[in-house]
Each structure stands twice: as C-alpha cells, then as structure tokens.
Nanobody, 127 residues
Framework: QTRLVSSGGGLVQSGGSLRLSCAAS????????IGWFRQAPGQEREFVSA?????????YGNSVRGRFTISSADTKNTVVYLQMDSLKPEDTAVYYC???????????????????WGQGTQVTVSA
C-alpha cells in the first residue's frame, strides 16, 4: 500500500518541544520533496516547512521560522523529521506530511501540488 506515515505528535506545554517523523510505505521518497502542513479547526491548511529531494534546500513558513527545523535521515528522504521547539498554543493543529515531485520554491508551499499525504498527527500546546 502506497502511503505516508507520520508520528510524534502529542500534548506539550508552551515552550516545550516535539519531533514529528514522516516515512513512506510502499514507495521511495528519494525523488520527492517532503512538506509539512498543519490545519487547526476552522482554519485553512497552512504550509509549515519543506525539504527538497536532495535535502539541500529547506523552506519554512513565517510563523515557524527560527523555531522549527526540518531535516532528513539521509539524502533519499527515507525519514523526514520536523523538530519543533519553543512551541506556542497557536501551534496547536493536526500536522500532515506530504510528498511532491515539484522542487519549485513557489509551488512547494502550495498544498495542491502534493501527491501523497500522511494521515495527520495531532499536536496540542497548552498555555
């Protein structure tokens, strides 16, 4: 079965940290850029971060830049991590990882350009 599996969410206090993981089942992520998006209740899906297929380029949304770090276990994106530090209550959302063949800086921030999505993992930050 071709799918992405994300894990690592949970409940944390404001200022705390969590690390999310994303891995593929049934296919290789070697040629895909991997993105993280989040969606809070009643809000649109928001771009959080992305890493290019070779791991050379990383991108961040304005609201998380300087607090979140995206990385890959290797150059084939076997597992992609999202380290989230200095978490705030407004970071509370369901976080999704996704895979896309696009490497364009503009397109990589758009959810509609992603081909595969994980099931989502809940992140809750208490005040």
């Amino acid at each position: 079965q071709t799918r992405l599996v994300s894990s690592g969410g949970g409940l944390v206090q404001s200022g705390g940290s969590l690390r999310l993981s994303c891995a593929a089942s049934g296919f290789t992520l070697e040629y895909f850029a991997i993105g993280w998006f989040r969606q809070a209740p009643g809000q649109e899906r928001e771009f959080v971060s992305a890493i290019a297929s070779n791991g050379r380029y990383v991108y961040y949304g304005n609201s998380v830049r300087g607090r979140f770090t995206i990385s890959s276990a290797d150059t084939k994106n076997t597992v992609v991590y999202l380290q989230m530090d200095s978490l705030k209550p407004e970071d509370t959302a369901v976080y999704y990882c996704a895979a896309t063949l696009t490497q364009s800086l503009a397109r990589i921030r758009e959810a509609g350009n992603y081909d595969y999505w994980g099931q989502g993992t809940q992140v809750t930050v208490s005040a």
